[in-house]
């Protein structure tokens, strides 16, 4: 699996290009036209809550089963039609086209094929989705052991779930926005034990975390598009609604403030063929998605994997370089505490503006800062016509905690929140909701391009909290949270139960209100007993390695154990007695 399959074509031209990164952060690229679709899934938090009350903690690999397939077909589709996917979004899909600079055609004749281009593949999609079904097995993967054990199994039960899509377009300017922390290597603190290296590294020079997301009108017009159609509509703006009419002289009937075409629409195939006719001739080998032709191997700048590494979470970035050589990811399912932040005062219209954009980087900083100190995700960043959101995991392949996840969490999201009113000029302009549970960790997407996902209920609730009026300036989380953290942190608990949507019953919510001095006690390394051999080994292989540094390639440390036995402990102590320009990931 080629890495570069994990980012938007934007971000891959900026890995492969020399001397292009690292650039000084906040960065606001604006391109004056483009269009942009936000595909969304419509049915899918239902189908999440029918699968965990049936399946319980193995509902998250069936959602996966699920919803990948959509999420391969809508890749297929926009990169059929020389688009991008710019982010895979739970059950949506935020994909723009945009004008290549290398394309020698002149603009408004590129702008209409690209607009037709865009139609087409929305077309197609409502056609695909018009009678979209899923049928889940219900029933237990297991069988019987023995002959004595095994008696007339069951008739299968399955879940019949409609998925349809609807598709809201917006055309116009666009920003791709670049932010990012100080520092990848600010998380271990120093305690006196570590030991420093007499050996430089040669691979010292690590970006900081960074994260991409675009904004712009194009943006929040197709949000505001989506928000106004149901289920099988394709919404457009009247700018779009022009072109139709100049370039294949088709008139559209019009919904709410928007244009729209169903999936039930008598004239869909007549608009394919009239915007076939009119491109064919036009067609144009410069215009493509450069997307799914992912570029050689041996053409691309030397640091393109440091770079790329620095726009990929944590969870993944660490196996990067088993990527790059033919590894693959496995799918997991895994026990996790899920942190969704809403900045509700950045829209997509103004957050490129210089002071919005210096106010959400200093907000970047500091979670950035917090997810590596409690060796936490960052799993994206996203904008919509609404309000800025970023995901924030803990318990993914490689950053788990032997004493849970929620604590650690809890932590980073109080001291964020703490931070907040130091960043934004209003002081409550965020809203965060906590909540822990199993969730599916895995990639979805298509070969050429895919990305790292968490799907559960668990993240459905935590953008549920973080969305409700009570969590303005504050941090809600819970009662599976609350549970694992009542002794670390005052809580107001006599808050009334909520509905939160896809969920068929009242939920308990809690606020914490502050911490003990319990939490402090988590940073602190224990005394490791017990494994004097082992440290002993470590310590005898870090000298080989010093005195080898430049002479092969970089070295691999594996603990393997059963759980609880002290491995997170004796990874702690070793990275202790590392120099941080030691580590290459």
């Not at 970006?207 to 009108?217: H, K, N, T, V």
């Not at 997170?568 to 102590?573: D, N």
């Amino acid at each position: 699996m080629d890495p570069l399959v994990f980012l938007p074509q934007h971000v891959r031209t900026l890995v492969g290009l020399n001397n292009s990164i690292p650039f000084t952060l906040p960065q606001a690229l604006r391109e004056d036209f483009a269009l942009v679709a936000i595909i969304d899934i419509s049915g899918y938090s239902k189908l999440s809550s029918k699968l965990e009350a049936a399946l319980g903690s193995d509902s998250g690999a069936r959602i996966k089963e699920v919803i990948n397939p959509p999420m391969d077909l809508i890749t297929q589709h926009v990169h059929r039609y020389c688009g991008s996917i710019v982010k895979l979004a739970g059950d949506a899909v935020i994909a723009c086209w945009t004008l290549d600079p290398d394309v020698t055609i002149h603009t408004d004749t590129y702008q209409k094929i690209l607009s037709l281009n865009v139609l087409l593949c929305c077309l197609e999609l409502l056609e695909v989705f018009h009678s979209y079904e899923v049928l889940v097995n219900l029933s237990s993967d297991q069988s019987p052991t023995s002959q004595d054990s095994a008696s007339t199994p069951s008739p299968p039960q399955y879940l019949h779930q409609k998925l349809a899509i609807h598709i809201g377009l917006g055309v116009g300017p666009l920003d791709h926005i670049h932010v990012g922390g100080k520092s990848i290597r600010s998380h271990r603190p120093h305690t006196g034990r570590r030991r420093a290296s007499s050996m430089p590294s040669p691979y010292s020079q690590t970006l900081s975390r960074r994260e991409y997301f675009i904004a712009g009108e194009a943006l929040a017009i197709a949000g505001a598009n989506l928000n106004l159609g149901d289920r099988g509509d394709f919404l457009f703006p009247e700018t779009f609604h022009a072109t139709l009419q100049e370039t294949i002289g088709v008139t559209c009937v019009s919904k709410n403030d928007a244009f729209c075409i169903s999936d039930t629409d008598p004239l869909l195939e007549k608009m394919q063929l009239k915007a076939f006719k009119y491109i064919t001739p036009l067609r144009n080998s410069e215009i493509e998605s450069k997307e799914q032709k992912l570029p050689p191997a041996i053409g691309r700048n030397p640091m393109y994997l440091s770079h790329a590494k620095a726009y990929i979470d944590n969870s993944i970035a660490k196996q990067l370089v088993t990527l790059e050589h033919g590894g693959l990811i496995k799918d997991q399912l895994r026990s996790v505490s899920v942190v969704f932040i809403k900045f509700g005062g950045f829209k997509s219209e103004t957050v490129a503006e210089p002071e919005n954009l210096k106010q959400l980087q200093a907000c970047t900083q500091v979670i950035v800062a917090k997810v590596q100190e409690y060796e936490g995700c960052v799993r994206q960043f996203n904008c919509d016509d609404k309000s800025l959101t970023a995901l924030l995991v803990w318990g993914l392949e490689g950053n788990a905690h032997e004493k849970g996840e929620a604590q650690v969490a809890m932590m980073a999201a109080t001291e964020i929140a703490k931070n907040m009113p130091n960043c934004l000029t209003d002081p409550e302009g965020f809203s965060i909701g906590v909540t822990t549970g199993v969730v599916f960790a895995g990639i979805v997407g298509s070969k050429e391009r895919c990305d790292n996902t968490v799907l559960g209920v668990v993240v459905n609730n935590a953008a549920r909290l973080m969305c409700l009026p009570m969590c303005h300036g504050t941090v809600l989380c819970d009662e599976e949270t609350y549970k694992s953290t009542s002794g670390l942190f005052n809580y107001i608990t006599d808050i009334p139960e909520v509905t939160l949507k896809g969920v068929p019953y009242p939920v308990k919510i809690y606020n914490p209100m502050g911490d003990s001095t319990a939490p402090k006690a988590l940073n602190e390394l224990t005394l490791i007993s017990g494994r004097e051999r082992e440290m002993q080994l470590l310590e005898a292989s870090l000298e080989v390695w010093r005195s080898s540094a430049f002479e092969s390639k970089p070295k691999n440390c594996i603990l393997i154990g059963p759980s609880g036995i002290g491995k997170t402990q004796l990874t702690s102590w070793l990275q202790e007695q590392i120099d941080d320009t030691e580590i290459l990931w």
